[in-house]
């Protein structure tokens, strides 16, 4: 997370902006994160198909269909929409410094991914889309898999309840992956450390444009929504396990933290807060500094009508 958890630094998670260097510096911790055995799960429900289409929602730069396409493997389109162009233009150039380092092929022209073993053929196609305000128009029709990632804790919960009714109604396989849970750790710990991140955790029910947000329990009301829908649902942790060397994302988080609590909390505590920063911070420097960040990922699989 950032003060969003999952989200940005200069711009950051706590107002629910993102900037593309933000993604990247938390990519690497996003990838260690997530449950690998839910797509596991989830390959024998997709539908059978000349190709699977998947929708992912507020894309980024695309690092989900970085992680998830290659352990779906076949033949897929994504259409992965997000409301900000700067980092759909990104899209393309992430992927493509992606399948140079993995020995993927990716073809411009037919924005394309390809793979010879295992077998991928991936085509993709961006969209500018407002998921808050043209929910009604979300291009579902046809979708085998609804997916997001570090999503879901900035959205309202009318606007999830309506969501899962949406997929239920396609019957869509959704995987919703690295949605923050309020937990964070901190070794070495210090004794206002719980103050802070209770701040941080109030200021993640802000609205970030969906009406007031979930934050933490925006996972606990997607299992329900679901298993009310009649989903099955698996659900994992996929906390940050941020190590000493990551400095850079360590001292971005605790920053983010700290303006997030500094708005959240009463004028008298700010001093405290920007002293737990500081005192944080050098621990970050001196290398001595771990953090663990809680983030769930959910899958849920509609049951047999
Ligand atoms: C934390 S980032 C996650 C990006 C990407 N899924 C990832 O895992 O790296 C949240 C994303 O949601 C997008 N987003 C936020 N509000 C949105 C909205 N109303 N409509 C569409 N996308 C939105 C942001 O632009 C940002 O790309």
């Not at 961006?126 to 029709?141: E, G, V």
Request: net charge neutral; hydrophobic share 45%; proline share 6%.
């Amino acid at each position: 997370m950032q003060a969003r958890t999952s989200r940005a630094p200069s711009r950051m998670c706590a107002l629910g902006d993102f900037d593309a260097d933000w993604l990247r510096l938390r990519a690497p911790a996003d990838i260690r994160a997530r449950a690998p055995d839910l797509p596991l799960l989830l390959r024998p429900h997709l539908p059978k198909g000349p190709a699977l289409k998947v929708l992912d929602l507020g894309c980024g730069t695309g690092s989900n269909l970085r992680v998830l396409a290659p352990s779906l493997g076949g033949t897929q389109h994504w259409l992965c929409l997000d409301a900000d162009d700067d980092l759909l233009k990104r899209v393309a150039i992430e992927i493509r410094a992606w399948a140079e380092a993995t020995g993927c092929d990716w073809d411009p022209r037919n924005q394309r991914i390809t793979q010879a073993e295992p077998h991928l053929s991936c085509t993709l196609e961006t969209r500018r889309f407002d998921l808050a305000q043209s929910s009604a128009d979300l291009p579902i029709d046809g979708v085998g898999l609804l997916t997001a990632s570090a999503l879901l804790d900035l959205v309202s919960e009318a606007w999830l309840c309506d969501l899962v009714a949406r997929c239920a109604a396609v019957r869509v396989p959704m995987l919703m992956t690295l949605t923050y849970d309020g937990r964070v750790a901190f070794e070495p710990e210090l004794s206002f450390d719980r103050d802070v991140i209770d701040h941080v955790n109030r200021h993640q029910g802000r609205d970030k444009g969906f009406g007031p947000a979930l934050g933490p329990g925006a996972n606990a009301r997607l299992a329900a929504f679901a298993t009310a829908h009649g989903y099955w649902v698996e659900m994992r942790a996929s906390d940050w396990r941020i190590g000493r060397s990551e400095r850079a994302l360590q001292a971005a988080l605790i920053r983010s933290w700290c303006r997030a609590a500094c708005e959240q909390a009463p004028d008298a505590e700010t001093a405290a807060i920007r002293h737990w920063q500081r005192v944080r911070l050098a621990v970050v420097e001196q290398g001595c500094s771990r953090i663990r960040v809680g983030h769930r990922d959910l899958l849920a699989i509609p049951r047999p009508a």
